[in-house]
């Protein structure tokens, strides 16, 4: 459950929820969920493996999200990936590695229908903490910021326990 799930359930306007962020300290600079069991020495490659891994148990589909340029046969740069149309764009908001929908059951008095939750989770190795790489951590931050503020679920990983 994330502090979200409960001000969701307790009924707590959305603009309160800010303004307890913001007097905790987590403004949006750091507003985040981070995984409760880091594999200490594990790659990136296997965390991301991991939490791909423990989305198909947990009613959540991920996909992979390669993001890049790359030249054409005529030498013109083509662009990929989420949040990448330009090169500004990309410095600014870095989309996460992992990008994908899960299933939320809405409560009988929302009509009982079944909707889907964008999820973003930015794969980190195990033993990593913020501050490694903070000009591109804060880009990732930012998109998961732009996530979450749209009700989303975005969190960095280094192990699973993140879904």
């Given amino acids: ?7 969701r359930d307790w009924r707590i306007a959305p603009e309160a929820l800010a303004d307890l962020r913001t007097r905790l300290g ?13 594999e200490e020495g594990a790659s ?20 992979r999200n390669n993001v890049g340029v790359l030249l054409d046969i005529e030498g013109r740069p083509v662009r990929f990936g989420l949040a990448n149309e330009t090169a500004a764009e ?8 992992l990008i994908g929908i899960r299933k939320v059951f809405i409560e009988p008095y929302m009509i009982g229908r079944t909707f889907g939750q964008f999820v973003a989770r930015e794969c980190k190795h195990g033993a990593w903490k913020w501050g490694e790489d903070i000009e591109r951590e804060t880009a990732q931050q930012a998109f998961g910021n732009l996530i979450l503020s749209y009700g989303g679920d975005f969190a960095f990983a280094t192990g699973v326990g993140t879904l």
Avoid at 1 to 7: E, F, N, R, V
């Fill in 90 to 97: 990309n410095k600014a908001l870095k989309s996460s590695d």
């Fill in 26 to 38: 987590h403004d949006g600079k750091y507003a985040t969920q981070h995984v409760k069991r880091p």
């Fill in 1 to 7: 459950m994330t502090l979200d799930d409960w001000a």
């Fill in 44 to 63: 990136e490659g296997h965390v991301q493996t991991k939490v791909h891994c423990e989305a198909g148990f947990k009613d959540t589909l991920l996909f």
